[in-house]
């Protein structure tokens, strides 16, 4: 039985005191809810504070970006190592947002993700087609495309680390959302790449989100589906009434 995952992604939004006022209340309010997984990944700058607020809670910290390298002449970005000493749980690999305005390709992302599994951090790996993709058909071959090469040269051990949030790009920030016959066929459909590249216990036990436009009004009907694991909000994720509203639903799901 897969453990259904609640991500908030808070992306270039709250001050040091807003992610750490917003993160005691998100731990006093979901203190008891225990049967699935929460995480917060918020900006860089709120990293540590935040961390100090969540340490030993069912709250999960996360990194929204990582480089491939170590360390080195690349201004203005951050090494695995630093997400970890910060305390950081998990890390955000490919988000759409990244491929879209800061020019990651696969290639990168595949980087990227060597780098990861060899760290503590557990990625969230995300896939996803543009609006004309959708329209011409394309969905099924750019998700399988953005796996095969984004994963490349990962192991079955490493794959354990991993999990995949299929986000529609056409469905972030929009108001649009893919409905959930419709994520669910990308999500079925993920699951069978993953069965060709490894084996079918990896494609049954790996863990696969949805994100785009999530909110309390629909996660109760993508949330029901078969092969959707749980939910990478974005705007919703900012407000602790409407995060803490979608963690209860996955909870009484």
């Not at 305390?87 to 955000?92: L, P």
Request: glycine residues 8%.
């Amino acid at each position: 039985m897969r453990r259904k995952f609640i991500a908030g992604n808070w992306k270039m939004n709250k001050t040091v005191p807003e992610s750490v006022q917003f993160a005691r209340d998100l731990v006093s309010e979901i203190e008891t809810y225990t049967h699935h997984d929460i995480l917060i990944c918020v900006p860089f700058t709120a990293l540590v504070p935040v961390h100090d607020v969540v340490k030993g809670s069912n709250v999960k910290l996360g990194a929204q970006n990582m480089h491939y390298a170590d360390s080195g002449a690349y201004t203005g970005e951050i090494s695995a190592s630093m997400l970890e000493t910060a305390g950081c749980d998990y890390v955000i690999i490919g988000h759409s947002e990244r491929r879209q305005y800061f020019g990651e390709t696969n290639e990168i992302l595949n980087k990227k993700m060597l780098k990861v599994v060899q760290t503590a951090l557990l990625p969230i790996f995300c896939v996803g087609e543009v609006l004309e993709q959708r329209k011409a058909g394309d969905t099924e071959r750019v998700v399988e495309e953005q796996i095969r090469t984004g994963l490349q040269g990962l192991s079955a051990s490493d794959l354990s680390k991993v999990t995949i949030a299929y986000e529609p790009v056409w469905a972030i920030g929009t108001g649009e959302t893919a409905t959930p016959d419709q994520a669910e066929e990308v999500h079925k459909h993920i699951r069978r790449v993953i069965k060709n590249l490894y084996d079918e216990n990896i494609a049954n036990t790996l863990r696969i989100q949805y994100g785009g436009s999530v909110n309390p009004s629909n996660t109760v009907e993508l949330l029901q589906r078969a092969d959707i694991d749980g939910a990478l909000i974005g705007g919703a994720s900012l407000k602790v009434e409407s995060f803490v509203e979608m963690i209860k639903i996955a909870d009484r799901l």
